[in-house]
């Protein structure tokens, strides 16, 4: 991997879990006290005003998980609202401070979520250099069955003036994605469930192509199968396309996308990142790679760019030269929330002065601004 940092601009971390008030949490009080887990993997999109609208990813989490030999975790109960599930010490795996692992379904591999998650609108300025407001009266909490263990990673999209938001929602009914619209950018409402069962990282492209809307997609799954011998690609999640007449109804195209490729085992697996912007050169996508290091494994930022007219065809893509990588320095002063490293996860873009303003969530953390030279992202070679 060959990393430099000489195409950015600017480079700040603009909002970590100290600024998030709980007194405002739409998750109101549980019977516990609570702690922000982090605060991450932003979408993100212009405001009618000039301003940017982060669509924030806050998990919030017991401040006392484990009690009297039981491990406790917050849940979205259709009956109750908020409720604390408990699951005695020994039958569960917590080795992984996010999730809990139920050993009695072993070797189906289930979870229950250490932290319950809901979105909040962060404005920034023009420059994304600077907080504005906290949206507290605009946050989005769980409040049916689809999102029993949460709300994460949403992404924005802007098309003919009108804000699309994606996010995944997370339950024991299935791990889909939910589609949210907004006149302004800020309040947002649910338009229903468009992806079932174990699709995450969906991005609607910021317009239509040939009266057509299309996405990115990224179905998982715990079995892949193998590839033929000698290919050029490597078996597991990759990046897939899909296109809608109507951005409810979703058929995937027939050919694959963007795959691992055969270098050796060096990018474990793919997923999207912003949502695919136009630019002069083609529909520019920035995704992440996963490369192994223990159990999370390396999380680093990658580019794309695709034929504006036919989105299926590939102009230029870098796998080798990332685009970010977790920097340590940025996220020294808060080094000792820390539970994850090696992690940065790129989830919006906009347009700047000769440069993209990109946010990430930094350690599923933090949230990153970064401002990228444009002719570095939008370049073909």
């Known amino acids: 991997m060959h990393y430099n940092k000489n195409h950015i601009l600017f480079d700040t971390i603009i909002l970590t879990p100290d600024d998030i008030d709980l007194s405002q949490s739409p998750l109101k009080n549980p019977g516990e006290e609570t702690s922000v887990m982090g605060v991450f993997n932003p979408g993100m999109a212009r405001l009618p005003n ?3 609208i982060l669509m924030c990813r806050v998990a919030e989490a017991l401040k006392s998980p484990v009690k009297n030999h039981l491990v406790q975790a917050l849940r979205w109960d259709e009956k109750k609202g908020i409720t604390i599930d ?3 010490v020994e039958e569960v795996d917590i080795s992984d401070p996010r999730h809990i692992i139920l050993k009695k379904y072993a070797p189906t591999l289930v979870l229950a979520l250490t932290s319950l998650s809901w979105l909040l609108p962060v404005e920034l300025d023009k420059t994304g250099k600077h907080i504005v407001h906290l949206h507290y009266e605009h946050a989005i909490a769980p409040e049916n069955t689809r999102e029993e263990y949460g709300i994460e990673d949403a992404r924005i999209s802007v098309i003919e003036g009108k804000y699309y938001m994606t996010a995944c929602t997370v339950s024991s009914e299935r791990h889909g994605t939910t589609l949210f619209s907004s006149k302004d950018g800020i309040s947002y409402q649910r338009e229903g469930l468009i992806l079932d069962h174990q699709n995450k ?3 609607l492209f910021e317009g239509k192509i040939h009266e057509q809307y299309y996405a990115l997609t990224r179905p998982l799954g715990l079995l892949y199968f193998a590839v033929p011998p000698h ?3 490597a078996p597991g999640p990759g990046i897939n396309l899909a296109v809608s007449p109507d951005l409810i109804h979703w058929k995937p195209v027939d050919k694959p996308f963007i795959r691992q490729w055969n270098h050796g085992g060096e990018i474990l697996k793919l997923g999207g990142g912003v949502q695919p912007i136009k630019t002069e050169n083609g529909w520019l996508v920035l995704f992440h790679g996963v490369k192994k290091n223990d159990k999370i494994g390396i999380y ?3 580019r794309a760019l695709l034929d504006t007219n036919n989105p299926e065809k590939i102009i230029a893509i870098d796998t080798h030269h990332p685009v970010l990588c977790a920097d340590p320095s940025l996220t020294e002063s808060i080094k000792h ?3 994850l490293e090696d992690v940065v996860f790129t989830t919006g873009i906009v347009k700047g002065d000769n440069c993209y303003i990109v946010a990430s969530g930094e ?3 933090c949230v990153r601004i970064s401002h990228l030279k444009k002719e ?3 370049s073909k070679a």
């Open 363 to 365: 350690l599923d953390l």
């Open 376 to 378: 570095f992202l939008e």
């Open 201 to 203: 990282d969906m991005l």
């Open 231 to 233: 290919s050029q690609f």
């Open 300 to 302: 680093s930022t990658y």
């Open 50 to 52: 000039g301003n940017i």
């Open 337 to 339: 929330q820390q539970y």
């Open 86 to 88: 408990s699951y005695p």
